[in-house]
Structures are given as C-alpha cells and as structure tokens.
C-alpha cells in the first residue's frame, strides 16, 4: 500500500512538473500571449516583448480564429502554412511563384477579411496560402505591417496604428 502510495504522488508529481514547464516554455517561444492594448485619442497602441530566440512572436486573430504570429518584415505578405489555411478554411486564389529563404515555392493568393494583434485590426489584408511552410505560425509581413507604425527598443516593439 505504501509503495503504491508513492509511485502515485511521483506519477502526480510528474504530470503536475509536465504541465508546468509546457507553459513555461510556451511563454519563452511566445511571450505575447496575452495583450493589452492602448487607446488613445486616434491611436491604438500594443506592445510586444521579443522571444528568448531574439523574434516577436505574439497571439492573433485572422477572420475571428485564434493564431500565433511572427512579426516578419522581410515578408511582402503574411505567409499562411496549408495547415493554418484549412484549419481557418480560406480559399486558395491564383497560384504565385514566391522567394524565400528556402528557395522557389508555390502560394495561393487570398484575402483575409481581419487580421488583429490585440486591438490593432485591419480588413481586407492580401495574405499568401504557402503550403510548404511548416508549422502553425502564421509569417506578418509588410501587407499588414505597412500600416502599423513600430518603434524597436531593446527587447521591445511597439506596434501603434493611427485611426
């Protein structure tokens, strides 16, 4: 009895330290869960915190669904991995030859009715479907990001959007 006793406080033990150093990670890669967004007269403000891997990666929105971002401005648009795509059921437009980093590959061009990060939110934003990208993060490039003011200091980016 007592043995059994304490292989099942080890085995709670464990699962409680699972638990709690998946967060704790999840926050490392994405310290941007949670935003709180500043109004002023005109102006919406968020600010984001960079990553233990030196990017900002923040929690979103496209169309009202959940996703994770990352701020990309070498991208000309926001890269949508196939996976995110059907998850969110966009519909894939013309197909478009597109430069990475990785070389050539084939997008899909869309539209995405809203994109936000916290109460930054813009509509009708030009999004490419990429199914070679792997992953659940979605890349915000310049398509939505030229519309946002941001200012980088030390490990600190501030997203302001002009109303």
Do not use: C
């Amino acid at each position: 009895m007592g043995l059994t006793m304490q292989a099942l406080a080890w085995a709670v033990f464990l699962v409680i330290g699972v638990f709690f150093f998946n967060g704790l990670l999840e926050r490392q890669y994405n310290p941007n869960q949670t935003l709180e967004t500043r109004h002023e007269a005109g102006l919406r403000e968020v600010v984001l915190q960079r990553n233990k891997f030196g990017h900002y990666v923040t929690s979103g929105e496209i169309n009202g669904l959940p996703v994770t971002f990352m701020l990309d401005t070498g991208a000309t648009g926001v890269a949508i991995p196939g996976t995110v795509a059907q998850r969110l059921r966009l519909k894939r437009g013309r197909a478009l030859q597109t430069r990475t980093a990785n070389g050539v590959a084939t997008s899909y061009s869309t539209t995405l009715e809203r994109v936000s990060v916290g109460g930054i939110e813009l509509t009708d934003v030009w999004a490419g479907i990429t199914p070679g990208l792997q992953g659940d993060q979605v890349l915000l490039g310049m398509t939505f990001l030229k519309h946002i003011e941001f200012t980088q200091r030390g490990d600190t980016l501030i997203l302001r959007q002009h109303l």
